[in-house]
Nanobody, 121 residues
Framework: EVQLVESGGGLVQAGGSLRLSCATS????????IGWFRQAPGKEREAVSC????????YYGDSVKGRFTISSDSAKNTVYLEMNSLKPEDTGVYYC??????????????WGQGTQVTVSS
């Protein structure tokens, strides 16, 4: 059974930083694209960043390029999202996902339960 457990969300002031973690189990970690998505109230879920160990070329959404960094630790089966220079518009529920081809939300096979990130102005 695939399990994804996110942690690290919280309340932060604009300009601050947070690091999200997603501990995974139940699948071959390096075999799938893994990523982070987010959903703000009243908006559709959007891709934030995805990583595939096969090509080592992370995808980043335009709104987070240069501010967010995705990384993974295959020894710990964990993927991270380092978020810097946070903005109020980064507020939302952040979801970890596995088997996320092309980092497209509608194609994701497995979702975590989500962690809330709130950025105050």
């Amino acid at each position: 059974e695939v399990q994804l457990v996110e942690s690290g969300g919280g309340l932060v002031q604009a300009g601050g930083s947070l690091r999200l973690s997603c501990a995974t189990s139940g699948f071959t970690f390096d075999a799938y694209e893994i990523g982070w998505f987010r959903q703000a109230p009243g908006k559709e879920r959007e891709a934030v960043s995805c990583i595939n160990s096969a090509d080592d070329r992370p995808y980043y959404g335009d709104s987070v390029k240069g501010r967010f960094t995705i990384s993974s630790d295959s020894a710990k089966n964990t993927v991270y999202l380092e978020m810097n220079s946070l903005k109020p518009e980064d507020t939302g529920v952040y979801y970890c996902a596995v088997d996320a081809p092309f980092c497209i939300p509608s194609k994701v096979a497995h979702w975590g339960q989500g962690t809330q990130v709130t950025v105050s102005s």
